[in-house]
């Protein structure tokens, strides 16, 4: 039986490792399309701030791991499927076969539709070689732009932060981390990180980019300004480009079901490229975070074993640290149709938490500073724990979820506990 794996980053070594536990015979190829050993691209700002070298940011670092396990290690760029042939073409002009295929290829960075994005010293903050580029230009003074103020931006953000550069942050959205933050807790990051000396324009957007003193930059807003380096961190969109024509179905990423195989038998997708089946909700989702990737690798790998194994949910979990400031985003953290809200917020103490109601079930969540509570957040979440008369105590209170849950989850005060909350 031979395993190709198409993607070298977490899920695609994480499948292969997999494999090869529960079978000591079958082949197994990783295909990745860096001339990098296996890496972590959540490594690359750690490699900016200078924490850690290159080899830092493998996944695993034994040069001899995968030769030890006879994993078969390749570099390629596949261009097409064949499901029929059961076999994958790379630009080489090679064809690779397989028995079982895991398409594991990840996100690319994305291009917004700028005049002179493509020119020099405008870079991306998504490979290795991006890296290298942005290190080379990013050095104390230097006049540095970044493009977008998401879940990514935000990490790229401390990065540059601790090179010593001169940082402005532009964002379209209204407020920093815009898919991750409602309006009160993004605009708490926002004055933090401005209170931190970095420029923060929300609202706006880059038009044009030109050579002139440096890269002459004009904002949607009808400013212009000079900087030594753009980075542009506006978003990624999954890799299945090279599925067109293939009749592997895909919407946003490879639609999979909760045993993470494709609509073509024996074919399957993990990680961010794969739109899995959240079998609470009944929908598909892409959950672009590395300990999902890991665990649809796992579940994706035994199936291809003839193993059952089944995806119980995508998580949708967010933990981001901005310069010191911890934000959680938790679930359905936009609430729901006819649900209920409850607030708290501490602007002086850099604190906000949002809790988003359905019934008596707490669905999402949005925290600034209260990082304590998270565990007990995402206990409730997940486990759709009932709150009872704990929900009213909430609303009120919304920094009771912790007593919440040991009383409703771990079952330890009771409704009596509800009671004795609502009169502190």
């Not at 190829?29 to 700002?45: C, D, H, K, V, W």
């Not at 791991?65 to 994993?71: A, G, S, T």
């Not at 990490?155 to 898919?179: C, K, N, Q, Y």
């Not at 024996?266 to 989702?285: L, N, W």
Request: include cysteine.
């Amino acid at each position: 039986m031979h395993h190709l794996i198409i993607g070298a980053g977490p899920a695609g070594v994480i499948a292969a490792e997999t494999l090869r536990k529960h079978s000591a015979q079958d082949r197994i190829t990783l295909l990745g399309n860096e001339p990098f050993a296996p890496y972590s691209r959540m490594a690359i700002p750690y490699l900016l701030m200078g924490n850690i070298d290159q080899k830092g940011t493998w996944l695993r670092k034994d040069t001899a791991h995968f030769q030890n396990l006879n994993i078969d290690v390749r570099q390629g760029q596949v261009t097409g499927l064949n499901t029929d042939a059961r076999t994958v073409q790379l630009a080489s002009g090679e064809s690779l076969g397989f028995d079982k295929l895991l398409i594991a290829t990840g996100s690319h960075a994305a291009n917004p539709p700028i005049e002179g994005i493509s020119l020099p010293g405008v870079y991306h903050c998504w490979t290795l070689q991006d890296a290298e580029k942005i290190m080379a230009k990013a050095q104390p003074g230097a006049r540095v732009l970044q493009m977008g103020a998401g879940f990514i931006g935000c990490i790229i953000l401390e990065a540059l932060v601790a090179r010593g550069v001169s940082l402005t942050v532009v964002e379209m959205g209204d407020r920093m981390v815009p898919r991750m933050m409602g309006e009160s807790a993004g605009g708490m990051i926002k004055s933090w990180v401005e209170a931190k000396g970095v420029g923060v324009m929300t609202g706006t957007r880059v038009t044009a980019i030109a050579q002139g003193d440096g890269l002459q930059v004009t904002f949607a807003n009808g400013q212009t300004a000079s900087y030594d380096l753009v980075i542009c961190a506006t978003g990624v969109k999954p890799n299945t480009a090279f599925l067109q024509g293939s009749g592997v179905v895909c919407r946003t990423g490879v639609v999979v079901d909760a045993q993470l195989q494709t609509n073509v038998a024996g074919i399957y997708a993990a990680g961010d490229c794969a739109e899995a089946f959240d079998t609470p909700s009944g929908s598909h989702v892409v959950s672009a975070i590395q300990p999902v990737a890991a665990e649809e690798a796992r579940v994706a790998a035994m199936n291809m074993l003839g193993v059952a194994t089944h995806l119980p949910r995508v998580p949708q979990i967010n933990v981001l640290d901005t310069l010191g400031l911890i934000s959680t985003s938790f679930g359905q953290w936009q609430g729901v149709p006819n649900g209920q809200t409850a607030e708290q917020t501490n602007s002086e103490a850099s604190k906000h938490m949002s809790l988003q109601f359905e019934g008596d079930k707490l669905v999402g969540s949005n925290t600034v500073g209260w990082n304590q509570h998270a565990g007990a957040l995402r206990g409730l979440i997940d486990g759709k724990v009932a709150l009872g008369d704990w929900k009213e105590v909430l609303l009120q209170d919304p920094t009771q979820v912790t007593s919440a849950y040991l009383a409703c989850a771990q079952n330890t005060s009771g409704w009596a506990g509800a009671a004795d909350a609502r009169r502190r």
